[in-house]
């Protein structure tokens, strides 16, 4: 069956193919898991009117059959719904409210410390034409200016690894929230990873950490094309790949 292509709309860095947003990740993990084929159009926060057939401003934003759809968690549902017959991303209607849960979890616990170690590095890593709404918005968010927000990286870098406990814990017991497979509620999490991963150069966790070790079984998924995403101030890095619909054979490759 012929599948019409998804365009996404996705936060670039400095150069075209510096992807760091975590909800974008979230996006492009899930559309990797359905084996849906898509071509990636790089924004940036001065493209807004790129993305005025959605009504608001900001990404990750995909447009399928002429209709375009906003905020991860949106996109997430829309393509479990419209993509039914293929790997589902949640596993049932009381899997998307648990999934819901983990989502929120993320962005109001995660990656808000998170943010109080790589926010610097997340303005340097655009363009200068996009530094200063960055800049202005986010201390305007947290009451302080990006340099104070960053001053105690090692006590948040701290903190963020007891956070993940709760994923420690479940390691334990099973390879992925999602099971033996990982579903959305795991994307969820690796998108802030992600944003760690592309945008400094942070080490997060010991390798002797299990939560390492997920993290490095994400990073493999789908052909490791998220491990070899460009980072930041490495021009040497391999470009994204775009998944095509070949990918659906080895989608969920654990």
Same mark, same amino acid.
């Given at each position: 069956?012929? /599948?019409?292509?998804?365009? +996404? +709309?996705?936060?670039? *860095?400095?150069?075209?193919?510096?992807?760091?947003?975590?909800?974008?990740?979230?996006?492009?993990?899930?559309?990797?898991?359905?084996? !849906?084929?898509?071509?990636?159009?790089?924004?940036?926060?001065?493209?807004?009117?790129?993305?005025?057939?959605?009504?608001?401003?900001? !990404?990750?934003?995909?447009?399928?059959?002429?209709?375009?759809?906003?905020?991860?968690?949106?996109?997430?549902?829309?393509?479990?719904?419209?993509?039914?017959?293929?790997?589902?991303?949640?596993?049932?209607?009381?899997?998307?409210?648990?999934?819901? +849960?983990?989502? @929120?979890? !993320?962005? @109001? !616990?995660? /990656?808000? @410390?998170?943010? #109080?170690?790589? %926010?610097?590095?997340?303005?340097?890593? %655009?363009?200068?034409?996009?530094?200063?709404?960055?800049?202005? =918005? $986010?201390?305007?968010? +947290?009451?302080? =200016?990006?340099?104070?927000?960053?001053?105690?990286?090692?006590?948040?870098?701290?903190?963020?690894?007891?956070?993940?406990?709760?994923?420690?814990?479940?390691?334990?017991?099973?390879?992925?929230?999602? *099971?033996?497979?990982? %579903?959305?509620?795991?994307?969820? /999490?690796?998108?802030?990873? %992600?944003?760690?991963?592309? &945008?400094?150069?942070?080490?997060?966790?010991?390798?002797?950490?299990?939560?390492?070790?997920?993290?490095?079984?994400?990073?493999?998924?789908?052909?490791?094309?998220?491990? #070899?995403?460009?980072? &930041?101030?490495?021009?040497?890095?391999?470009?994204?790949?775009?998944?095509? /619909?070949?990918?659906?054979? $080895?989608?969920?490759? @654990?």
């Amino acid at each position: 069956m012929t /599948i019409d292509s998804v365009e +996404f +709309f996705d936060l670039a *860095g400095k150069s075209d193919d510096l992807r760091f947003s975590p909800h974008c990740w979230k996006t492009r993990m899930a559309l990797a898991h359905k084996g !849906v084929p898509f071509s990636t159009i790089p924004w940036r926060y001065s493209d807004k009117k790129l993305l005025a057939f959605t009504g608001q401003g900001s !990404v990750p934003v995909i447009r399928h059959k002429g209709k375009g759809i906003a905020d991860s968690w949106r996109i997430a549902l829309y393509l479990e719904d419209e993509f039914y017959d293929r790997q589902p991303l949640f596993g049932g209607s009381a899997a998307i409210a648990l999934t819901q +849960f983990v989502n @929120t979890w !993320v962005d @109001t !616990v995660l /990656i808000q @410390t998170a943010a #109080r170690i790589v %926010m610097l590095d997340v303005h340097n890593a %655009m363009l200068p034409r996009e530094q200063h709404y960055f800049r202005s =918005t $986010r201390e305007k968010r +947290f009451g302080m =200016t990006l340099e104070e927000l960053v001053s105690d990286k090692a006590a948040n870098l701290e903190k963020l690894r007891l956070e993940l406990a709760p994923l420690r814990n479940m390691r334990a017991k099973q390879p992925f929230l999602g *099971g033996e497979r990982p %579903m959305y509620a795991d994307y969820c /999490i690796f998108g802030m990873f %992600m944003w760690v991963r592309c &945008s400094s150069d942070v080490t997060l966790l010991d390798p002797s950490d299990s939560v390492y070790q997920w993290n490095e079984e994400m990073l493999d998924l789908f052909n490791g094309f998220a491990r #070899r995403a460009k980072h &930041s101030g490495t021009p040497a890095a391999e470009c994204l790949v775009h998944t095509t /619909i070949e990918d659906e054979d $080895r989608r969920i490759a @654990t």
